[in-house]
């Protein structure tokens, strides 16, 4: 079955510890990546996005995801997190249309 | 960008009965979409509501269990029929805010518990 994989499901860092949180997916063809963010009480905003070009994709708050086609990844990752990263980070994937398969969420807790 | 509010924030609800829940777009948008977010499970998406036709819904999901209402272009509704305890999710409002495969603007979600 079609599916958007994110493999940990609750990271705990230190600040200034980087990140990288994983996100594969299963479907063919040409696909579009996101990544969105929940903070804690705070609607999904999206983080960074990728449609086509430079598969090195930054987003805000120094966020950027790394588009890699032969491994169906699109990692996210951050050299130095703070503690207001903490929040829910989720993976979603479209293929030309509206519909956004979303992966099961990672959540990131960073300790003072 | 589009800000999205939903009511109710949060519901309980007793089994066998409906909730209909109201999602506003402070500006127009074509297509807006229901999502439902079940406990420790990602986000699914149920249907597409565009404004003049009826709605799209996704594998597993039908008409009768998840009507869904689309008067205009800044406003939604989803009723969750004939509730049982399974319908326990968070439901979310979102659209593309006009732009066509671009990003997507979500609502704060409603907190469904079915008793």
């Known amino acids: 079955a079609q599916s958007v994989s994110q493999h940990n499901h609750h990271v705990i860092l230190s600040e200034a510890a980087s990140l990288e949180l994983g996100c594969n997916y299963s479907y063919g063809g040409t696909v579009n990546l996101f990544w969105y963010v929940q903070y804690p009480g705070q609607h999904l905003q999206l983080l960074l996005k990728y449609f086509s070009g430079d598969p090195l994709v930054k987003g805000i708050k120094g966020f950027e995801a790394e588009f890699i086609k032969s491994k169906f990844s699109f990692n996210l990752r951050k050299p130095s997190v703070q503690w207001s990263d903490t929040a829910e980070y989720f993976c979603?994937?479209?293929?030309?249309?509206?519909?956004?398969?979303f992966g099961t969420g990672t959540r990131l807790t960073v300790i003072p | 960008s589009a800000v999205i509010s939903q009511k109710p924030s949060r519901d309980i609800c007793q089994r066998g009965t409906s909730l209909t829940i109201q999602c506003q777009v402070d500006s127009q948008v074509t297509m807006m979409f229901w999502y439902r977010q079940q406990p420790g499970q990602s986000l699914t998406l149920i249907a597409t509501a565009n404004q003049g036709s009826e709605a799209t819904y996704e594998s597993g999901f039908v008409i009768d269990k998840f009507p869904i209402s689309r008067p205009n272009l800044t406003f939604s509704t989803l009723t969750v029929s004939n509730m049982s305890p399974e319908d326990s999710s968070i439901y979310l409002c979102s659209t593309d805010g006009g732009r066509e495969i671009d990003e997507q603007f979500f609502g704060p979600g409603t907190r469904l518990t079915v008793l």
């Open positions: 979603a994937v479209n293929k030309g249309a509206n519909n956004l398969f």
